[in-house]
């Protein structure tokens, strides 16, 4: 028996595959019935997996259980499982029950589990989380599947009357599949925010030869001006720090305006952040 991933424990039990002292010391209880064995990271997948071993046939994950199943990353491992279980008709500790309806159209099996497809899953996400919590989420599930927000959009349009139905158009015509670090989605929101021009991402530059030496996390190739996130990586590591000013050398030879930013920028002065940006498209001739 595999014990790796969440299991019943009566079952495991009656099929002599452990004993109830064994049970009690070398696994972890996830749900009533549930466990999986000690040690075992447990993420937001595996929570997902949880919640269907305990409610069974007919529920299907949703929300950030189902981002996580398709791919998604930046959840938080102790955010509840979310559920659509049309048995149960009230909330259950250790697990987030949606009452809402799904057609089997919107539903694909991943990793031998019932979920919510990546368009519905969008769509889900876009208007029952903060809107940059939900940017974040769903940039990263449109990097994992290697898609865009299309089918959601289409999704949210046919769903007239659904509750936050039309907040959640204006968060998936903002999803980016480039954005790789929530820092930089946060960035990108804050920037578009502001009344600038939506950037784009992932900006390859090439020198005269035409080589790729540069690759950056977004900005406006048009006026030759781009922003970098910069993470703790690129202060801890000499390596990255070394190669960082390289590039942005190479970058201001080649005429790019570089504007870079940190967490502490982001989350205390970003109003700094935008005006330092506004300026240097100003200065490339961007009419802002």
């Known amino acids: 028996m595999h014990f790796d991933m969440p299991f019943r ?11 109830r002292h064994r049970l009690a010391h070398d696994f972890d209880r996830l749900h009533r019935d549930v466990y999986i064995r000690k040690n075992v990271v447990v993420d937001a997948v595996v929570r997902a997996h949880a919640s269907h071993t305990l409610a069974g046939s007919g529920a299907v ?7 996580a199943l398709h791919g998604a990353k930046w959840i938080d491992p102790d955010e509840l499982a979310e559920l659509i279980w049309p048995a149960r008709t009230r ?4 697990l987030r029950i949606r009452f809402d309806k799904v057609l089997a159209a919107d539903t694909v ?13 969008m769509f889900d996400l876009a208007r029952q989380l903060p809107r940059l919590k939900a940017l974040q989420i769903l940039d990263s599930l449109a990097r994992a599947t290697g898609g865009s927000a299309k089918g959601a959009l289409s999704l949210a349009e046919r769903s007239i009357g659904v509750r936050g139905g039309v907040a959640a158009q204006g968060v998936l015509e903002l999803v980016d599949p480039g954005a790789e670090s929530p820092q930089e989605t946060k960035t990108r929101l804050l920037l578009i925010d502001a009344g600038l021009p939506r950037p784009t991402t992932q900006i390859r530059v090439a020198d ?18 781009v922003v970098e996130y910069d993470g703790v990586q690129h202060w801890t590591s000499e390596k990255q720090r070394t190669w960082d000013i390289e590039r942005y050398e190479r970058l201001e030879r080649a005429g790019w305006l570089v504007v870079r930013v940190n967490s502490e920028q982001l989350r205390a002065r970003p109003g700094e952040v935008v005006e330092r940006v506004r300026q240097k498209l100003r200065a490339a001739g961007a009419p802002v």
């Open 9 to 19: 424990g009566s079952r495991a039990i009656g099929a002599g595959h452990v004993t």
């Open 61 to 67: 994950s949703c929300g950030l259980s189902a981002a």
């Open 91 to 94: 909330q259950l500790s250790g």
């Open 109 to 121: 099996m991943v990793g031998g589990v019932l979920a919510t497809s990546v368009p519905r899953t």
């Open 208 to 225: 005269a030869s035409g080589r790729v030496f540069a690759r950056c996390d977004m900005g406006w190739p048009e006026w030759k001006v």
